[in-house]
């Protein structure tokens, strides 16, 4: 198996706040381990989860009262920036492992290299939006085979259950599709089917629903703005705006972290904003469920695309191979040629 290329140089979340209190938690990025843990200010902080003396997992230790990570094994002591002794051999040089940068916002941990700087954090909420929060939801199969099911919505009749059209309107699909140097945008625009979700968002039956979406490799996550009309064309009263980290645990696992945000546009309505932007998360929620429960059946997709028959709606997955390859995998500098990057078969059995 070939090892996924290291992608610290970029922020990704990795595990809502609220889940790292007094223990240590172990999380995953292209198939490193990290073990994270508070400080003795509460401070997140994160190390290679393999102490260096024989590569247990720190994750597994506990915090100390001092705000140290204890290695379970034989004691070894670290601090936020790695620094470490053995209490066995106090003498002992060279007990130091390597940490990480770790910045909580928006109720998230996110993790990078040390040398990161912050302003490579990506810049991703709407102007003008209220959140409405943020969830997360493991899906079992590569990065490249979870970010295929988010580029195109041709499936949308078939996986989901609530938003978008059904069946028979497949035909009255509007489809656009742009590829840029390092982006793409794609917009769909169709009937919304009924759905007991849809009195919630203050829509009506016959709207159009409209998806645009933009997705981006500085890390990999994809904007989609969802927003309904009347059949003539008036703007219906909410936006809902759902920004998807899609994020590589390992070869074959992929984590989701999905923050949502809405926009009220008659101010008139403001009193009912809780139960919209209930209703909205809630629908985000379902709606990447369906998915996450459908991708086990098509996640030994084969990263090539070579044999496909593929279609219009297709386009940006074509694209999206390159901008992985050139500004997501590639190491150090990205104005380089691509680093080659091939996924992993699945195991037999």
């Known amino acids: 198996m070939e090892p996924m290329p290291d992608v610290t140089r970029f922020f990704h979340p990795v595990l809502s706040a609220r889940k790292l209190r007094d223990k240590p938690v172990r999380v995953e990025l292209a198939g490193r381990s990290y073990a994270l843990f508070r400080d003795a200010q509460g401070r997140p902080a994160a190390l290679a989860d393999a102490c260096p003396h024989r590569l247990a997992p720190l994750s597994a230790g506990r915090v100390t009262r001092e705000g140290q990570l204890e290695c379970p094994y034989h004691g070894w002591l670290f601090d936020a920036d790695g620094r470490g002794r053995s209490p066995s051999q106090p003498d002992l040089k060279k007990c130091d492992t390597r940490s990480f940068q770790v910045v909580e916002r928006f109720g998230y941990l996110w993790l990078s290299a040390r040398d990161t700087p912050l302003s490579a954090f990506p810049d991703f909420v709407p102007q003008g939006y209220d959140f409405n929060g943020a969830f997360s939801m493991l899906f079992r199969a590569p990065l490249h085979v979870a970010l295929d099911n988010f580029s195109e919505d041709e499936h949308t009749p078939f996986v989901h259950t609530r938003l978008g059209w059904n069946r028979a309107q497949t035909k009255d699909i509007q489809y656009e599709a742009h590829n840029f140097e390092d982006r793409t945008e794609v917009l769909y625009r169709a009937p919304q089917r009924p759905s007991y979700l849809i009195p919630l968002l203050l829509l009506r039956n016959g709207?159009?629903?409209?998806?645009?979406?933009?997705?981006?490799?500085?890390?990999?996550?994809?904007?989609?703005?969802?927003?309904?009309?009347?059949?003539?064309?008036?703007?219906?009263?909410?936006?809902?705006?759902?920004?998807?980290?899609?994020?590589?645990?390992?070869?074959?696992?992929?984590?989701?972290?999905?923050?949502?945000?809405?926009?009220?546009?008659?101010?008139?309505?403001?009193?009912?904003?809780?139960?919209?932007?209930?209703?909205?998360?809630?629908?985000?929620?379902?709606?990447?469920?369906?998915?996450?429960?459908?991708?086990?059946?098509?996640?030994?997709?084969?990263y090539s695309m070579k044999g496909m028959r593929l279609g219009k709606y297709d386009k940006p997955l074509i694209h999206h191979r390159k901008l992985l390859e050139r500004i997501y995998f590639a190491q150090g500098d990205t104005s380089a040629p691509p680093t080659p990057f091939k996924v992993p078969e699945a195991a037999n059995g």
Do not use: C
């Open 207 to 302: 709207d159009l629903f409209q998806n645009h979406w933009v997705t981006r490799f500085d890390p990999v996550r994809t904007d989609y703005t969802i927003t309904w009309t009347s059949p003539t064309g008036e703007q219906r009263p909410f936006t809902n705006r759902a920004v998807i980290f899609f994020v590589p645990e390992t070869a074959h696992t992929t984590r989701l972290h999905t923050f949502s945000f809405g926009l009220l546009h008659d101010k008139r309505l403001r009193p009912l904003l809780p139960v919209v932007r209930r209703a909205s998360l809630a629908m985000s929620w379902y709606e990447i469920r369906d998915d996450a429960r459908f991708i086990p059946l098509v996640a030994h997709t084969p």
